[in-house]
């Protein structure tokens, strides 16, 4: 079941955009390595530790919530986000539609914007969000416990409030920042 604003990825659209986006930065899943990927020069990798003593989920909360709403103030109109989780269900979302989808399991953990399958933060899993054509967007990585967000447009949408919530940056244009 699929709707314009949201469908699952299946066969050939599912393989072509981990096709590109392995070949635009260098995806090398391991629990050991980091960064998980060649992250773009103009990108901020932070820690997600400021996360762990975080009573209530406000800041988990307020961490999806500006991240979620940069990437629909960076789409154009008509542009998807594809949504990846490695090894499992992925997504291309219109933001810009209203999201009327039955069959989208609700998030187990974490929160998510109503209709968006996942949250940027990467629970157990990468978890990453994408501009249409790659120019934008995140990379969670679970086992750095890190966010990487790239692309000039989303950096200066949101840098300023993800910087408030998570506080410690590990990685400026991928190189380490001490």
């Known amino acids: 079941m699929t709707s314009e604003a949201l469908h699952r990825l299946y066969g050939r659209e599912h393989a072509d955009i981990w096709d590109r986006f392995d070949g635009r930065f260098d995806f090398r ?14 990108s901020v990798t932070w820690s997600l530790d400021a996360l762990k003593d975080d009573p209530g989920d406000q800041k988990l909360d307020r961490l999806v919530e500006v991240v979620q ?3 629909v103030k960076c789409s154009n109109p008509g542009e998807s986000l594809w949504i990846l989780d490695w090894q499992h269900t992925c997504y291309r979302l219109r933001p810009d ?3 009327t989808d039955m069959f989208l399991p609700r998030v187990l953990e974490g929160r998510s914007r109503e209709g968006w399958p996942l949250s940027p933060y990467p629970d157990g899993d990468y978890y990453i969000f994408l501009a249409d054509d790659l120019r934008f967007g ?3 990585h679970p086992w750095e ?5 790239f692309g000039a447009e989303l950096l200066e949408a949101i840098a300023e409030d993800v910087q408030q919530v998570l506080q410690r940056v590990l990685r400026c244009d991928g190189l380490p920042t001490v």
């Open 29 to 42: 899943p391991s629990m050991h390595v980091f960064p998980g990927i060649t992250e773009p020069s103009v």
């Open 69 to 71: 709403e940069g990437l």
């Open 97 to 99: 539609l209203p999201a």
């Open 138 to 140: 995140t990379f969670g």
């Open 145 to 149: 416990h890190s966010l990487c967000v």
